[in-house]
């Protein structure tokens, strides 16, 4: 069965740092692009960072660019997302999925259109 789920989230002062992890199973991990995504209080779900099957390609929304780190470790079958110098529009809670080659959407887009599996989600809150 496959599987993806969120950990790590929490509350945080402006400036503080969280690591995200998002742990897999019942596929390889190689083979598949993984995305999170962020959902923001009143706001819809965006995509913030995203890592293709190796790990060898990342691509980051504009706004966590040079803050957000995201990686693959493949022997642990986790993606993280490292979160520095975090900020309080970085609120919300982020979602971690699973690109599907096989629906054909070009996975640095990172928009969400081609995950067919989502955790969760962990809840981060940063205060100023």
């Known amino acids: 069965e496959v599987e993806v789920a969120e950990s790590g989230g929490g509350a945080v002062q402006a400036g503080g740092s969280l690591r995200l992890s998002c742990t897999t199973s019942?596929?390889?991990?190689?083979?598949?692009?993984i995305g999170w995504f962020r959902q923001a209080p009143g706001k819809e779900r965006e995509g913030i960072s995203c890592i293709d099957g190796n790990g060898g390609t990342t691509v980051y929304v504009d706004s966590v660019k040079g803050r957000f780190t995201i990686s693959k470790d493949l022997d642990k079958e986790t993606v993280y997302l490292q979160m520095n110098n975090l900020e309080p529009e970085d609120t919300g809670v982020y979602y971690c999925a699973r690109e599907n080659p096989r629906y054909g959407n070009d996975w640095s887009r990172c928009d969400g259109a081609g995950m067919d599996n989502w955790g969760k989600g962990t809840l981060v809150t940063v205060s100023s």
């Open positions: 019942g596929f390889p991990l190689e083979h598949y692009p």
